[in-house]
C-alpha cells in the first residue's frame, strides 16, 4: 500500500476539521475519499466544502464494507466510539477515534479486543501527547531525573463553560446524550496524560464529583479526587467547568526534587541529593537538601491532530510506532469512571474498577436522562473551527 484511502465518520466540529485536514495534503501519504454521517443535510455540507471525489455516506456500515476505504476516523458521539470501531475492525480497517475511548470502560475493552485480533493499526486523537512540555516530563521521569514519585497534584478549572453552551444542544451534558459532564468531555487529555507522564496508575480512589453544581445540567461539572499509588505515592485531581478564571497547573514530586507545568511553562527544582539520602545524613534542626532550579531545555513543536494523524499514517505505510496507541485509550476513562463510582458509591474504589457496576449505575442514570442516546445528534453543525466546543 502506498496511499492510505481514509474516510471521517461523523461531520461535526471535529470531524470537519480532520476532514479538511486531510483535503489540504497536510498528512502525506492519505486521502480523503468518503465521509459519513447519519444527518442527511449534511450531505450539502459535503458536496460544498469537499473535493467532488469525496463521497457522501449516511451508513457508517454500508461504507465500511463497500471496499472503497483502507481506513477511518471516528469523530461520532462518544458512545458510538467503541461501536463503529468493531465494526471497522471486522471489516478489515484501520482505525483512529477520537477521545475519549468510549464512555464505560466494559465497553472499551471489548473494541480493545476487537483491536487486537483484527491486527490493525489503532490510535487514540490524544493529541497533548505531542506537547514537548509533556514529552519532556515523560522523559524526566522515565529516565530517573525526579526520582520516585511521591506526589502529583492537577488542577485543571480553566474549562469555563456558560449555561448557554449547555443549551446548544439538547444532547449536551446529558448521561445519555454525552455519558457524563467535564471528566468525559473536557478532561480526557488530562486524565490520559495524569497516568502516561509518570508511567503508573492508582491503585485506589476516593472522588467527589457534583452533578449540577453550577449549571442546570445533570452530569459531573465540578470533581475532586484524592489517589494512591503501588509505591505509596499520592495524588489529587481537581477540575470543573464553573470556575473564572480557571488554573491548569500540574505539579510532581519525586524524591529528587519537583516538576511543575504551568502557564506553558515547564520548571525544575531539583535536589542535590535525594531527599532520603540527605535524611538520613543530616542531624541538624530545620536543614533541607540543596535545591537547584534548573533550566530545563524543551525542544520541538506541538503538532496537534494533524501530527497524530500523520503518525497514524506511518504507522500504517511503515510500521512507525504509534505515539497514542487506541488500546492505551483505556486508562483515562478508568480514572473517570473511577471517580463517578466512587460518587455513586460514597466509598472508597480500587483499581481496576468493579465494571459491571460502574455500568449498572450508568444505566440508572441514562434511564432518567434529559435526552434519550437515541436522539442524540451525531456531531453539532460545523462552524468557524477557530472556535472551541470540547
Known sequence: MSLVRVAVIGIGNMG???ARTLVAGEVPGAELVA????RQEMESWVSNNLPASVTYWQDAEQMMSSGTIDAVIIATPHYDHPEKAIQAFQYGLHVMIEKP?????????KMNEAAAASGKVFSMMYNQRTNPLYIKLKDLIASGELGEIRRT???ITNWYRSQSYYD????RATWAGEGGGVL???DPHQLDLWQWTIGMMPVRMRAFCSFGKYRNIEVEDDVTAYVE???GATGVFVTTTGEAP????FEVNGDRGKIVIEDGQLTFWRLREPEPEFNQRFTGGFGQPECWKCEVPITGVETGHPGLIRNWIDAILNGTPLIAPGEEGIHGLTLSNAMLLSTWTDNWVDLPIDEDLFYEHLQQRIASSNTKKDKAESGSQPVDLSQTFK
Do not use: M
Open 16 to 18: 470537519a476539521a480532520h
Open 35 to 38: 465521509v459519513c454521517d447519519v
Open 101 to 109: 475511548a468510549g464512555v464505560y470502560t466494559k465497553q472499551v475493552r
Open 153 to 155: 497534584n492537577w488542577i
Open 168 to 171: 446548544s444542544g439538547g444532547w
Open 184 to 186: 468525559i468531555n473536557q
Open 229 to 231: 499509588y503501588e509505591n
Open 246 to 249: 480557571g488554573t491548569n497547573r
